[in-house]
């Protein structure tokens, strides 16, 4: 499928025409148009939805309860922070990394979704 930004696109204040760049955002690359005069960015609509969509269930905080499970105990993980993660969902039967991060603090890694920064 062709890209939006395949196109040329003209500022619209200085009529000229935009050229492409990215930026890195908490390990999102956010592709954007620039305008070589006034410098305005107008950012790609798809990568900045998930960039927003990530920044809406960064907010949230949950509670969950510990459960025993045979010898280990259980959390559930929360849907939409799965269904977030699209790399996750299609590789159901990952091994997620787990570290205890600080004595209060355990960490879980759902991909092995390399973060550029
Ligand atoms: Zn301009």
């Not at 592709?31 to 410098?39: A, G, I, T, W």
């Not at 849907?79 to 993660?85: G, K």
């Not at 996750?88 to 960490?107: A, D, G, H, V, Y």
Request: positive net charge; proline residues 3%.
């Amino acid at each position: 499928m062709a890209d939006l930004f395949d196109n040329k696109i003209l500022c619209k204040d200085c009529d000229r025409v935009m050229t492409k760049g990215f930026c890195i955002k908490d390990g999102f690359k956010i592709r954007f148009l620039q305008c070589p005069k006034c410098h305005s960015r107008t950012f790609h609509p798809v990568d900045k939805k998930e960039y927003d969509d990530f920044n809406e269930i960064k907010k949230k905080e949950w509670n969950v309860k510990l459960r025993m499970v045979g010898n280990s105990y259980a959390v559930s993980i929360p849907r939409e922070i799965i269904e977030f993660e699209e790399q996750f969902q299609r590789e159901m039967n990952n091994i997620i990394r787990m570290t205890l991060e600080e004595p209060t603090k355990l960490s879980l890694f759902l991909t092995k979704r390399k973060l550029i920064k």
